[in-house]
């Protein structure tokens, strides 16, 4: 497949942006996705909305602040409400309402997650997540972004947590995706504990293992090393190889940080205790700054070893803040505010992510880009930062280049439309279109659809970030205009709608209410 030189933005300073950025560099710029689990919009010391809140005042993430100060941030950044579907389309470039991976994949093979209800039915979806090779029941079927890019000379590592795919499906194992190396990846999606003095476990009361626990990383059991550091020690280490052969490399370092279960940081957890924090709050501060801490020893390291202007690093999270109490302590839903909902929801707190861009001599330093983009967007980005303009893709990319944003982040583009599709039930609760529900996005208008209810809400995002005034009422011309490409983009991902358990009706289209 060749990718569309002609952007989403303006043709002609898209084509600029990549000669200039790209073409300037005799060799092919490193490319560092940090990726970080169930992090909210809020979960930082740096302030992604026009002002300082509460929240970024809790939080201490120095290199964050750090890594925003020589780079760009992203303001209107969107992953899925759920954590594989985001991995799955980072890897495929592909939207999951088209990859029908909407919901998180069980560790173990063909087990739906969807939590049961008595009033919706669960679609078909693709329960064993994604697969780089055909004809695997239940999988999405496409080309990875780490075999693309191995392909084409780069080194490619992962670190961290993998969860694109369910065990026993090649998925499971990122070494399949293209990956050089894989280190503790595999088809879990949390660890069963971030200590090293409990081996990265949690055993029964019988001494059997969690199903949990984090792999390969034996050479830390029993130490006091901290799962966020082990991972990254080793991620590092591995780039000594593709260093010393003068290769470019691809590092994939995707923290199980800050997801449940909330273990406490011991080093970092004092400040936040003496600021008056709930023991589960502070101890989630910890993971957040143990996170921080690593992105701080990338930064350091490529410091050290002179990469610094030919390295793109990405920070991103793979969903919205966890905001259910328990596990979270506090009052339930305030964890993202002054966004709305968490971690499930298609509203703007399940969904908007802290992402920031680093590329010293080509990103210019303490810039801002307000113009939405979405995961969808990493692989098509990254595989022109690489240089590979005709990949062989199984799969055609939903996602749109945002390389001409890093080199002029004023560029805008309204007319663009964004999906987020979860036909699913995430959890028993049921709150702030946590389940059953998908949204659509164009322009400073957002449509949130929930199914059981049959109802679409309005928001103006540019004027109520928070979503607090449906204007579905008050602006119906508005409304059916949404709603009608609301479900053009749906039925152009041959979206899979729910139905009713009470009479097996398929839920309407948006047009259709």
């Avoid at 692989?379 to 990319?397: D, R, S």
Wanted: proline share 7%; with cysteine; glycine share 6%.
């Amino acid at each position: 497949m060749k990718i569309n030189k002609t952007l989403f933005w303006i043709p002609i300073l898209s084509v600029v942006s990549v000669h200039t950025i790209t073409m300037a560099q005799n060799t092919k710029p490193k490319v560092i996705v940090f990726m970080v689990d169930d992090m909210g919009w809020q979960d930082t010391s740096v302030p992604f909305w026009s002002k300082a809140t509460d929240l970024n005042k809790r939080y201490h993430t120095p290199n964050m602040e750090r890594m925003a100060n020589e780079g760009m941030k992203f303001t209107n950044a969107y992953a899925m409400p759920i954590c594989t579907p985001t991995r799955v389309s980072l890897m495929t470039g592909v939207n999951a309402a088209k990859t029908r991976v909407t919901q998180w994949t069980n560790p173990n093979k063909d087990t739906n997650t969807d939590a049961k209800d008595s009033t919706m039915l669960s679609v078909d979806w693709n329960i064993n997540g994604f697969s780089p090779v055909p004809n695997i029941p239940k999988t999405y079927y496409a080309t990875a972004l780490p075999a693309v890019l191995q392909e084409n000379g780069y080194f490619t590592v992962h670190s961290g947590k993998a969860h694109f795919g369910s065990a026993g499906t090649p998925g499971a194992d990122p070494k399949q995706l293209g990956f050089d190396v894989n280190i503790a990846g595999s088809e879990i999606g949390h660890p069963a504990s971030y200590l090293g003095e409990k081996n990265y476990d949690n055993p029964n009361k019988a001494g059997q293992s969690n199903r949990n626990a984090v792999p390969g990383l034996e050479k830390y059991h029993g130490t006091n090393v901290f799962l966020s550091d082990a991972i990254t020690t080793e991620a590092l280490a591995a780039l000594q190889k593709p260093i010393d052969n003068k290769q470019p490399f691809f590092l994939y370092l995707s923290h199980y940080a800050v997801h449940t279960p909330i273990n406490t940081d011991q080093r970092f957890l004092d400040k936040y205790l003496k600021m008056g924090l709930n023991p589960i709050e502070a101890s989630y501060a910890t993971l957040v700054e143990g996170m921080d801490k690593s992105l701080g020893d990338v930064l350091d390291f490529l410091a050290k070893n002179n990469l610094d202007e030919n390295t793109v690093l990405i920070f991103m999270s793979d969903n919205g803040g966890l905001s259910l109490t328990p596990p979270r302590g506090g009052e339930e839903w305030t964890h993202n505010l002054p966004l709305k909902g968490g971690k499930g929801s298609v509203h703007e707190g399940g969904i908007r992510e802290p992402m920031i861009v680093r590329w010293p001599g080509k990103v210019k330093a303490k810039t801002i880009a307000e113009q939405y983009v979405i995961i969808d967007d990493f692989m098509p980005t990254i595989l022109e930062i690489a240089g590979i303009q005709n990949p062989k893709l199984v799969q055609k990319m939903d996602g749109k280049s945002f390389l001409p944003l890093l080199n002029n982040p004023k560029l805008t583009d309204k007319n663009r439309a964004l999906l987020w599709h979860h036909p699913n039930r995430w959890t028993n609760k049921d709150t702030l279109n946590i389940n059953w529900a998908s949204a659509f996005r164009k322009g400073d208008w957002k449509v949130v659809y929930d199914y059981r209810k049959e109802k679409l809400a309005l928001y103006n995002l540019k004027k109520d970030i928070g979503e607090t005034t449906d204007l579905a009422a008050r602006n119906p011309k508005k409304l059916k205009e949404m709603a009608m490409l609301f479900t053009q983009q749906l039925k152009a991902c041959n979206a899979q709608m729910p139905k009713f358990a009470s009479n097996g009706k398929v839920v309407p289209w948006p047009d259709e209410l």
